[in-house]
């Protein structure tokens, strides 16, 4: 499995520093320098944040028969012994990077991914067919999270898949590509209000609305989830915990009686943590999804 976590959805959603941005959309970085490392699978999410701390402008995973070989990149060479320390338990390989047109170059990561025998989701340059009874979603990836590729949208989309009945109100939080969005649409909801404080989110899900049909239906607004009034058949919300786990009794006020939330981005070692809070918010976990070390509650209101 090879794949890329995105900087900008870390800046966001982990709270990295702008300057670990990727400059993959028109901006040319003259010089590269790629460190490499092997790990254990249970090391890579830590080492990760090191590497972004330091200014790593994206990272590739890719598994091994020994681990997992993460590959980071950074945009020069000065910080080199402060890696070198974050890395000192490893064995790590630096490497300069011939400059090379990236905007171009990292379209080559994204692939078709089938969360379900009835989805598909590929990008706008790789079209595939819809899976048998099932239906394609499109996604321009732009720089907001949410193209299919990491387990937490695939988990968000399977919690949409199990719980959307035709004619729902949809309540989405923290849209970034609009991915969620536009599944619920394709699921029979009779609409989606996508919410996300980041302007560029709303304009990469605006685009990724018309390019699947479905603007008509997602109402999009640039605000948090307190600005967002209504009752909602089903609340999404696929974020970093430390961001979801504060914001889930705004979202279960928003919920219908008889709705479900389905709340992604929880890691498997803070579901005792997450289950509290659901407690606290008088929901009650309906199902736990899960993928690798990741999950996705499916919940409803105490009756």
Same mark, same amino acid.
């Given at each position: 499995?090879?794949?890329?976590?995105?900087?900008?959805?870390?800046?966001?959603?982990?709270?990295?520093?702008?300057?670990?941005?990727?400059?993959?959309?028109?901006?040319?970085?003259?010089?590269?320098?790629?460190?490499?490392?092997?790990?254990?699978?249970?090391?890579?999410?830590?080492?990760?944040?090191?590497?972004?701390?330091?200014?790593?402008?994206?990272?590739?995973?890719?598994?091994?028969?020994?681990?997992?070989?993460?590959?980071?990149?950074?945009? =020069? #060479? @000065?910080?080199? *012994?402060?890696?070198?320390? !974050?890395?000192?338990?490893?064995?790590? &390989?630096?490497?300069? %990077?011939?400059?090379?047109?990236?905007?171009?170059?990292?379209?080559?990561?994204?692939?078709?991914?089938?969360?379900?025998?009835?989805?598909?989701?590929?990008?706008?340059?790789?079209?595939?067919?819809?899976?048998?009874?099932?239906?394609?979603?499109?996604?321009?990836?732009?720089?907001?999270?949410?193209?299919?590729?990491?387990?937490?949208?695939?988990?968000?989309?399977?919690?949409?898949?199990?719980?959307?009945?035709?004619?729902?109100?949809?309540?989405?939080?923290?849209?970034?590509?609009?991915?969620?969005?536009?599944?619920?649409?394709?699921?029979? =909801? #009779? @609409?989606?209000? *996508?919410?996300?404080?980041? !302007?560029?989110?709303?304009?990469?899900? &605006?685009?990724?609305? %018309?390019?699947?049909?479905?603007?008509?239906?997602?109402?999009?607004?640039?605000?948090?989830?307190?600005?967002?009034?209504?009752?909602?058949?089903?609340?999404?919300?696929?974020?970093?915990?430390?961001?979801?786990?504060?914001?889930?009794?705004?979202?279960?006020?928003?919920?219908?009686?008889?709705?479900?939330?389905?709340?992604?981005?929880?890691?498997?070692?803070?579901?005792?943590?997450?289950?509290?809070?659901?407690?606290?918010?008088?929901?009650?976990?309906?199902?736990?999804?899960?993928?690798?070390?990741?999950?996705?509650?499916?919940?409803?209101?105490?009756?």
């Amino acid at each position: 499995m090879l794949w890329v976590y995105f900087c900008r959805f870390l800046s966001i959603r982990y709270g990295f520093p702008a300057r670990a941005i990727a400059r993959i959309h028109g901006e040319k970085v003259n010089t590269y320098f790629q460190v490499s490392v092997v790990l254990p699978r249970a090391k890579v999410e830590i080492v990760s944040a090191q590497l972004f701390e330091l200014g790593c402008c994206g990272v590739v995973e890719e598994d091994i028969s020994d681990g997992v070989r993460l590959t980071a990149y950074f945009e =020069a #060479a @000065e910080n080199k *012994a402060e890696i070198e320390q !974050a890395l000192v338990t490893c064995k790590c &390989r630096f490497e300069p %990077v011939p400059d090379t047109d990236w905007t171009l170059s990292w379209r080559s990561f994204f692939r078709p991914v089938y969360p379900s025998p009835r989805m598909a989701i590929c990008p706008p340059w790789n079209r595939v067919s819809d899976p048998p009874g099932g239906f394609t979603i499109a996604i321009d990836p732009q720089m907001a999270f949410g193209t299919g590729h990491h387990e937490t949208t695939r988990l968000a989309l399977l919690g949409l898949e199990k719980k959307i009945t035709s004619g729902d109100r949809v309540l989405d939080v923290g849209t970034g590509s609009g991915i969620l969005s536009i599944a619920a649409v394709k699921l029979g =909801a #009779a @609409e989606a209000m *996508a919410v996300d404080i980041e !302007a560029s989110a709303i304009e990469n899900a &605006r685009a990724n609305c %018309v390019l699947n049909d479905v603007d008509a239906q997602v109402v999009l607004m640039q605000c948090s989830v307190d600005r967002v009034s209504g009752i909602f058949d089903v609340v999404v919300a696929n974020m970093i915990s430390s961001i979801l786990l504060p914001m889930v009794p705004e979202l279960a006020k928003r919920l219908h009686p008889e709705g479900y939330a389905i709340l992604g981005g929880i890691l498997d070692r803070e579901r005792e943590a997450f289950c509290a809070v659901l407690d606290r918010a008088n929901l009650v976990l309906d199902e736990m999804l899960d993928e690798g070390e990741w999950l996705c509650a499916i919940a409803r209101k105490s009756r």
